[in-house]
């Protein structure tokens, strides 16, 4: 009966540790303590592989953003094609099971969370975390990085999206609805309507403003939790109501979205963003007072 107790104790407490939720943004002391974790997959998103190869931390594999964020005639930054991101990421050993942590370098904060926002919108979500202040950050701590290139197990997970990247049609459904509030995440004089070069300037018609600068602070971490939550407080009080962002071309936006989820709440990313809508007539468009 002793037995029988001690082995309900251990299997419950499995099971806790087992639904316990991986956390967005973790620090490099996190990392470093959870190097050896059999399912612990580490990225580095470099826009050059020579930086990978410099430097990264020991184990991490290189992730160019092209490969799950190409360029087409149709835009900047699409979603990438399921079959193709499969094999990207099992070449990286990324699994069903994974967890995956992203590490940035430098200030390259928005290519390495739209990586984030991909991976969740691949069939990735709640198994992504952000290393918050990136290689930087784990060099300062004093932990070591190598060239040593990895040695990789194929992986078996399958890419399934799961609707995070928007298209237009679904952001004027919900311009139409109010069931999502549009957030605009570029700096505020493009939003009030300073020119950017764009067709036409502003922002969309309704959607509130969270520049995605001031979520970040000098060292390209983000910012605190309740600092966050001071931003998206006057935009979004009630975390139960979608959020939708949307930027230049699909980058900044990723931000937005990356600390909306570290907070709770429900995010979506509008992929064509201001490179798309700012085209279209039809698609209505406003500036701050005193703009026109």
Same mark, same amino acid.
Request: positive net charge; aromatic residues 10%; proline residues 6%.
């Given at each position: $009966?002793?037995?029988?107790?001690?082995?309900?104790?251990?299997?419950?407490?499995?099971r806790i540790a087992v639904a316990q939720p991986i956390s967005v943004l973790v620090d490099v002391k996190?990392?470093?303590?959870?190097?050896?974790? *059999?399912?612990?997959?580490?990225? %580095?998103?470099?826009?050059?592989?020579?930086?990978?190869?410099?430097?990264?931390?020991?184990?991490?594999?290189?992730?160019? =953003?092209?490969?799950? &964020?190409?360029?087409? *005639?149709?835009?900047?930054?699409?979603? *990438?094609?399921?079959?193709?991101?499969?094999?990207?990421?099992?070449?990286?050993?990324?699994?069903?099971?994974?967890?995956?942590?992203?590490?940035?370098?430098?200030?390259?904060?928005? =290519?390495?969370?739209?990586?984030?926002?991909?991976?969740?919108?691949?069939?990735?979500?709640?198994?992504?975390?952000?290393?918050?202040?990136?290689?930087?950050?784990?060099?300062? &701590?004093?932990?070591?990085?190598?060239?040593?290139?990895?040695?990789?197990?194929?992986?078996?997970?399958?890419?399934?999206?799961?609707?995070?990247?928007? @298209?237009?049609?679904?952001?004027?459904?919900?311009?139409?609805?109010?069931?999502?509030?549009?957030?605009?995440?570029?700096?505020?004089?493009?939003?009030?309507?300073?020119?950017?070069?764009? *067709?036409?300037?502003?922002?969309?018609?309704?959607?509130?403003?969270?520049?995605?600068?001031?979520?970040?602070?000098?060292?390209?971490?983000?910012?605190?939790?309740?600092?966050? %939550?001071?931003?998206?407080?006057?935009?979004?009080?009630?975390? @139960?109501?979608?959020?939708?962002?949307?930027?230049?071309? /699909?980058?900044?936006?990723?931000?937005?979205?990356?600390?909306?989820?570290?907070?709770?709440?429900?995010?979506?990313?509008?992929? /064509?963003? $201001?490179?798309?809508?700012?085209?279209? @007539?039809?698609? =209505?468009?406003?500036?701050? =007072? /005193?703009?026109?």
């Amino acid at each position: $009966m002793k037995q029988f107790a001690v082995g309900v104790i251990i299997l419950f407490g499995i099971r806790i540790a087992v639904a316990q939720p991986i956390s967005v943004l973790v620090d490099v002391k996190w990392l470093h303590e959870n190097l050896a974790k *059999p399912n612990l997959v580490i990225l %580095q998103v470099n826009a050059l592989r020579l930086d990978y190869e410099r430097e990264h931390i020991a184990g991490a594999r290189f992730l160019w =953003p092209g490969w799950l &964020a190409p360029d087409s *005639p149709e835009g900047t930054y699409n979603a *990438p094609d399921p079959a193709d991101a499969t094999e990207i990421l099992q070449s990286l050993g990324v699994s069903s099971g994974s967890h995956v942590v992203l590490c940035h370098v430098r200030n390259e904060v928005g =290519p390495a969370a739209r990586m984030f926002l991909t991976l969740e919108h691949l069939g990735l979500k709640g198994q992504v975390s952000f290393l918050n202040g990136g290689l930087e950050a784990w060099k300062k &701590a004093g932990y070591a990085v190598t060239k040593d290139l990895p040695v990789v197990k194929k992986g078996n997970f399958k890419a399934k999206p799961t609707g995070l990247l928007v @298209d237009r049609f679904y952001v004027q459904d919900k311009l139409t609805t109010g069931a999502s509030t549009i957030v605009d995440a570029r700096l505020k004089r493009f939003y009030d309507g300073e020119p950017s070069g764009y *067709p036409r300037d502003g922002h969309i018609t309704g959607a509130k403003n969270i520049p995605y600068a001031e979520l970040l602070n000098t060292s390209n971490f983000f910012k605190p939790a309740d600092s966050l %939550q001071t931003l998206f407080t006057p935009v979004a009080p009630a975390k @139960d109501k979608e959020l939708v962002s949307y930027c230049f071309v /699909g980058q900044s936006a990723s931000i937005v979205y990356l600390a909306g989820r570290a907070l709770g709440y429900n995010m979506k990313l509008y992929d /064509g963003s $201001m490179q798309e809508w700012s085209r279209i @007539d039809e698609c =209505p468009m406003e500036k701050a =007072p /005193g703009k026109n």
